[in-house]
């Protein structure tokens, strides 16, 4: 009997945006899916061999690493932070656009770096922060959030943040400004290598059909 796949993806910005993409691939979630009252976390679909679980995006990373899912949807900034060597990213889906940005107080965006050696920064990309500051030969204490990044500056728990960016709004609505980009973001469809070898009469074809449904675009 073959065994169901588990399909993980984010809650989030990146969802309304991937749904339609996984209709276009022939997997569709029940209609419990779709009820906002429903605390339900695992779901069928229109394939008997295809489950979808919805989680927090950067446990969708962890969850295809681990092997408890198969197959995923998260954007590359989840991919880029995590740098699991188990995930394989044969697919850039061409959704969920945005930016991983620094950004500060509007008074202190012409501060020069070279007069500095260190700097704090609220972020809940780490990995991804200090590998950005060592390349500027700076050392970067990161100080770890999920959310509300955007208070840490006005509030005085760091003097800068990096955090995704989209239109800016939120920044400007806080007094800080974007002062430079780490790196555009799209969402990925994420395998884990060793399911991709085992189940390749299964996930090769799904990986195909996602191709399809964004015109062939492939992860750099």
Same mark, same amino acid.
């Given at each position: 009997?073959?065994?169901?796949?588990?399909? !993980?993806?984010?809650?989030?910005? *990146?969802?309304?945006?991937?749904?339609?993409?996984?209709?276009?691939?022939?997997?569709?979630?029940?209609?419990?899916?779709?009820? =906002?009252?429903?605390?339900?976390?695992?779901?069928?679909?229109?394939?008997?061999?295809?489950?979808? *679980?919805?989680?927090?995006?950067?446990?969708?990373?962890?969850?295809?690493?681990?092997?408890?899912?198969?197959? %995923?949807? /998260?954007?590359?900034? /989840?991919?880029?932070?995590?740098?699991?060597?188990?995930?394989? !990213?044969?697919?850039?889906?061409?959704?969920?656009?945005?930016?991983?940005? @620094?950004?500060?107080?509007?008074?202190?965006?012409?501060?020069?770096?070279?007069?500095?050696?260190? @700097?704090? /920064?609220?972020?809940?990309?780490?990995?991804?922060?200090?590998?950005?500051?060592?390349?500027?030969?700076?050392?970067?204490?990161? @100080? =770890?959030?999920?959310?509300?990044?955007?208070?840490?500056?006005?509030? %005085?728990?760091?003097?800068?943040?990096?955090?995704?960016?989209?239109?800016?709004?939120?920044?400007? !609505?806080?007094?800080?400004?974007?002062?430079?980009?780490?790196?555009?973001?799209?969402?990925?469809?994420?395998?884990?290598?060793?399911?991709?070898?085992?189940?390749?009469?299964?996930?090769?074809?799904?990986?195909?059909?996602?191709?399809?449904?964004? %015109?062939?675009?492939?992860?750099?």
């Amino acid at each position: 009997m073959t065994r169901t796949l588990t399909f !993980a993806i984010p809650k989030g910005r *990146i969802l309304d945006e991937a749904l339609p993409l996984l209709a276009k691939a022939g997997i569709e979630p029940e209609a419990e899916f779709h009820d =906002k009252k429903s605390r339900a976390l695992r779901f069928a679909t229109n394939r008997p061999d295809v489950s979808i *679980i919805r989680v927090r995006a950067f446990d969708v990373a962890t969850f295809v690493a681990h092997g408890a899912a198969q197959i %995923g949807i /998260v954007g590359s900034d /989840v991919v880029e932070e995590f740098d699991y060597s188990e995930l394989y !990213a044969p697919v850039d889906l061409d959704i969920g656009h945005c930016r991983l940005s @620094v950004a500060q107080p509007a008074d202190l965006a012409d501060e020069d770096e070279a007069a500095i050696s260190h @700097v704090r /920064v609220a972020t809940k990309y780490p990995h991804l922060t200090r590998k950005y500051y060592e390349a500027r030969g700076l050392q970067a204490e990161c @100080v =770890k959030l999920n959310g509300a990044m955007e208070l840490a500056p006005s509030l %005085g728990l760091s003097r800068r943040i990096v955090d995704l960016v989209s239109s800016g709004a939120t920044l400007k !609505a806080n007094g800080l400004v974007e002062t430079d980009i780490i790196m555009p973001i799209s969402a990925r469809l994420i395998v884990n290598r060793a399911a991709f070898k085992m189940r390749s009469a299964e996930l090769a074809p799904m990986v195909e059909a996602f191709r399809k449904a964004v %015109g062939v675009r492939d992860a750099a």
